[in-house]
């Protein structure tokens, strides 16, 4: 190659804003799209706070990427600025509890979200002070700075036990802050989440309940076609969009997967060096897309929910897909999983339960069958992943860990 020639390529031919296309990338004000019901639900439940008094406790649930952190996080900041406009002080913040899964980290990180050092002279180090400190030092800030405070936690059932729920719920009527009223909104892709909490953290935090229901492929075509100037003009063909969202929605109704398909398919275009993203690359797109997707649902979870699907796989690999498998041929081929781990199998209720959350976040689809008089009516279970990507991303998981 002549020295002259250009070894890089200096303008992309397809991407002319790719981060419209990034997951954190967050739509401008009224661009959330399909989730006026909800916000309203959820601004209801806090109104009160503008006033300063204390807004109701709200569980938010609903598959993967169906808007939930972003509509609850929307929200938040509307309320913080109306409040002020009250003439009340309100701030939120945000926790993520699958990075936070103790109640230290958990509480640490709302100390130190809600904290001005400058203003209260209090120092949230990273680490280093005992859970009781965080908490003293968290209870002095709300009192000293705010009249509301709304704590949302995202990914609630990732929490290692529910410490942190019982002192946030408690906190005004143990005498431990007098002044600020604190709300809690919690988010969980679990359906199951709520059955495991303690019962008095129940009756408290579970005042409000919502479920965010997938996207439709209207719904998700809007959501696409609002990062469409993510790409060059004419470069993004008329039905690439469409093809993707109805793909989308007929599979999970994800709007992070939508997006990602999108990106994908323009990627596609880019190597393979065509000038359109034309719908067909959407089919390819979409295969890498339910491959993350399957591997941030996984990220994680449990030894035990990893191995009940493991034990899915297997069936599916050596019997074909069928239409699905038998609770009690899923639990033995589990059980010898499980020795093989060396770890205690759980009950045959837990694995239900666990198979029940895999069939909520689509990992695996159930279906109920009669057996007639003799056998009574049984649930088949069936993975909607490929059975070998399954194992694939299971078994590259366990050598991280
Ligand atoms: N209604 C919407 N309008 C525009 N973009 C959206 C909408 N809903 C979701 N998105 C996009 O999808 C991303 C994922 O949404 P969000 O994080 O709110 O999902 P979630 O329901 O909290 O999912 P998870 O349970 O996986 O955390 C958002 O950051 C945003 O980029």
Redesign the pocket.
Known sequence: MDAADDLFTREDPIFANKELLE?????GEG?????DDEISDLATAVNPAIFGQSPSNVLIY????????????YVSKRLVSTASEEGVTATFAYVDCAQDTTETQAVQTIAEGVNNPEQTGINIPDKGLSTSTYYKRLWRILDQRYDVVLILL??IDKLDDDAILMQLSRAGEAGKITDCKLGVVG???KIQYKDRMDERVKSSLCEREFV?PP?DAN?LR??MQ??ADAFHDDVLEPSTIPRAAALAAREHG???K??DILRYAGEIAQANGEPTVREEFVTQARERAETDRFR?LIRGSTPHSRYVLQALALLSLSNGRQDGFRTSRVYEIYENICRQEGSDSLSLRRVRDLLKEHAFLDIIEQSKHSGGSAEGSYTKHQLLEDPSVVKEVLTEDDAET
């Open positions: 997951i954190s990338h967050l739509p661009r959330i799209v399909g989730r609903g598959k993967t990427g169906t808007g939930k952190s972003l509509c609850a996080k995202d990914e988010i969980s892709n965010f996207y719904q809007e959501i609002a990062r994800d709007a992070r939508a997006i941030e």
